[in-house]
């Protein structure tokens, strides 16, 4: 899950993906590639606002 408002477009997430999931577009982080995701976490851990975080659907 990405908070939009809370994103300040600073590309650490997208830079620290492995799979190249994330992209910045217009300032804001989008999941341009969401089926390649494997919920490493890299995001969430290096977002230094907090503005992306895992989420199980499954539950």
């Not at 919920?39 to 975080?53: F, H, K, Q, T, V």
């Amino acid at each position: 899950m990405i908070e939009d408002t809370w994103c300040k477009g600073c590309g650490i997430c997208a830079a620290f993906c492995p799979r190249q999931v994330l992209e910045i577009h217009h300032g804001k982080v989008r999941a341009v590639a969401p089926e390649k995701c494997v919920s490493c976490g890299m995001c969430e851990l290096r977002c230094p606002d907090y503005a992306i975080y895992l989420v199980n659907l499954e539950e």
